[in-house]
């Protein structure tokens, strides 16, 4: 069972600093704010947030996992209209799940403080895209608070919940996974008092019909026009003088990276990308004769500069995709004539990064089932989770990911096209299916569409470090909870043919899938295995290959596991195989799936 500790740290005194990574200072911040109520699904780079919030005693403050981001938000827009402070957590893909609620809420307001940390990944380390979180919150009018290191992210979210108490509106703390997770020295404080509320019965406000929304829209606007003057202020807002000649305006992290490089340079630091405030940007402009931009993927904040008349340079020199590093702001520099190239043995040093692919661990229950799938010769539409590594060498069996819970969706839409030459199979994590796999299940059923649905249930969060959800029956501390049956969510919604297969059982699991994809209508394979790290890595005795009987038929290869690699023996003209026993779990499949039986236990003395 994955257990967080459950105990807080000791009360800090005036000068207690710690090793904080980015997640844990934003934690801490929500903490020592006074927060009551927090939620979140998670996500890298945003799930260690929530499991450093667990840590704090639970008389203290209620932490919970949502099946997804939009109930997770809504959770904490309810702690909100019930009078306490309130927070939630997600990765930027996850503000797109939540954003219907989050475009109601920013007219309704906060009645008790209401801040959602959104952690986008520039350079997509571990996400299906890369979009920018400010344009999320120029678009809902929400504003987006830029902490540049874990400090400023203590701070930052600590002052979130005033702001959104002052303001009436909910407010979003912008992390990146640079900020997320990286460590720095963190000065912390108590915990603040923040007194519970009474609920207002407001209708007007807090029910949002056109009559009432229509009124509300123009306190968004007054609401944007105060933000921009307190934005200009400390700690929001900060004027580091230096070169008249070459003025910089950043933010977040990207801040860092210029005062490494150029660090003679007048800069204005914006703690708040939306709204800005636009005296102060104009006056530093007006101070400097050449001004450059320096953020972080989309130009947000150059092209507001552009309507306010002002000449700047940003994306003209910096990139709009990929994380920004002193490398490239110095490289971006010395293209604008900034900066001098460096010296020629500095340029001359190249250091090649070993290769090393993504691959599924060591026997992954995942590899046999779509070992199967390649070998049924089917359509798969596949989701977001680990098992999306099977869409790489040497399995190749994933034809489409798109989205949390599209896949079911998608196999929809291939089925109805009517042009499909092969069975059609979507492919679905456990987590995933909770989050959003069931709305198109429901879909399928009510519109009897002949496809196979694979509920990969590996019993937990697994792609994002291990985490409970309502399948495994606990919560985020490691207590004991409801477990919810697919089995009885597959029926309740009106499937008829559903199966639970363990795919360690070779044979029995590709029998079902034959059948699953032959069944006319909606058929449901629930792929019951718990994964093979959380919450403790599975260890087993490991297998070995008998050398003279191994054929180098790569039917073992195929499986993908990091276990089993190539030997220094042939035949004819391949490669045969060995098994790296301090990697081997156990498994069997590779055995199962061996034709010449070479497959075997190690022989112990």
């Not at 000791?10 to 020592?32: K, S």
């Not at 101070?287 to 002002?310: Q, T």
């Not at 010395?334 to 090393?356: F, K, Q, T």
């Not at 060995?578 to 799936?593: M, N």
Request: proline content about 7%.
């Amino acid at each position: 069972m994955h257990k967080v500790q459950t105990q807080a740290p000791e009360t800090p005194g005036r000068d207690d600093i710690r090793p904080l990574m980015g997640n844990e200072a934003i934690a801490r911040g929500a903490w020592e704010a006074g927060v009551k109520v927090a939620s979140a699904y998670p996500g890298t780079p945003s799930t260690e947030i929530l499991e450093s919030l667990a840590r704090y005693p639970a008389e203290e403050i209620s932490v919970e996992w949502a099946v997804n981001e939009k109930v997770a938000l809504d959770i904490a827009i309810g702690a909100s209209f019930a009078g306490v402070r309130a927070f939630c957590a997600m990765k930027h893909v996850g503000l797109n799940v939540a954003a219907d609620a989050l475009m109601s809420q920013t007219y309704i307001g906060a009645h008790g403080g209401l801040v959602i940390t959104v952690c986008d990944d520039p350079g997509i380390h571990s996400s299906q895209n890369e979009q920018d979180t400010r344009l999320f919150a120029r678009l809902a009018m929400v504003p987006c608070l830029e902490p540049s290191d874990a400090q400023e992210a203590l701070e930052f979210t600590r002052l979130a919940f005033e702001l959104s108490e002052e303001f009436d509106t909910p407010v979003i703390v912008r992390s990146t996974t640079r900020l997320s997770h990286t460590r720095s020295a963190v000065r912390v404080g108590e915990r603040g008092s923040a007194p519970r509320k009474a609920f207002v019965h407001d209708p007007a406000k807090s029910v949002m019909i056109p009559s009432h929304a229509r009124a509300r829209h123009g306190r968004l606007l007054e609401r944007e026009a105060r933000l921009r003057e307190r934005f200009a202020q400390a700690p929001f807002a900060r004027i580091e003088r230096g070169r008249k000649d070459i003025g910089v305006i950043t933010t977040s992290v990207a801040y860092t990276y210029v005062k490494e490089v150029l660090p003679e340079a007048s800069v204005l630091k914006l703690g708040a990308s939306w709204p800005l405030p636009e005296a102060l940007l104009k006056e530093f402009a007006e101070s400097v004769e050449r001004l450059f931009v320096v953020e972080e993927l989309e130009p947000v904040i150059e092209d507001e500069l552009r309507k306010l008349g002002l000449r700047v340079e940003g994306k003209v020199w910096f990139p709009r995709t990929g994380e920004l590093s002193p490398e490239v702001v110095r490289d971006g520099l010395v293209a604008a004539g900034v900066l001098e190239p460096p010296p020629a043995e500095e340029e001359a040093l190249e250091i090649e990064p070993l290769v090393r692919p993504p691959v599924l661990c060591a026997g992954c229950p995942h590899m046999s089932t779509y070992n199967a799938l390649r070998y049924l010769d089917v359509r798969v539409a596949g989701d977001i989770g680990c098992y999306t590594l099977a869409a790489i060498e040497p399995l190749r069996a994933i034809d489409t990911c798109v989205s949390m819970g599209s896949s079911i969706a998608n196999a929809i839409g291939m089925a109805r096209a009517g042009t499909a030459e092969k069975p059609i199979v979507a492919t679905i994590g456990d987590s995933t299916f909770l989050h959003a796999g069931i709305p198109p299940l429901i879909d399928a059923v009510y519109n009897d569409v002949n496809i196979t649905v694979i509920i990969l249930d590996n019993s937990i969060t697994a792609m994002t470090g291990g985490q409970h959800h309502p399948g495994t029956g606990h919560g985020i501390r490691g207590n004991k909870t409801h477990k919810v049956e697919y089995e009885d969510i597959c029926r309740a919604v009106g499937v008829k043919w559903v199966r639970t297969v363990d795919p360690y059982e070779y044979g029995t699991l590709l029998k079902t899938l034959r059948e699953a994809v032959e069944y006319k209508g909606v058929a449901v394979v629930i792929a019951d295995r718990p994964c093979v790290i959380d919450p403790v890595k599975i260890t087993g005795e490991p297998l070995r290959i008998d050398s003279a009987s191994c054929i180098a038929c790569q039917a073992c290869m195929n499986l993908g596991c990091p276990a089993l690699t190539w030997s220094d023996e042939w035949h004819e003209g391949h490669h045969k195989v060995k098994i790296e026993p301090s990697l081997c779990i156990g498994c069997t499949v590779c055995a199962q799936v061996c034709p010449t039986a070479s497959i075997q236990p190690e022989r112990t003395e």
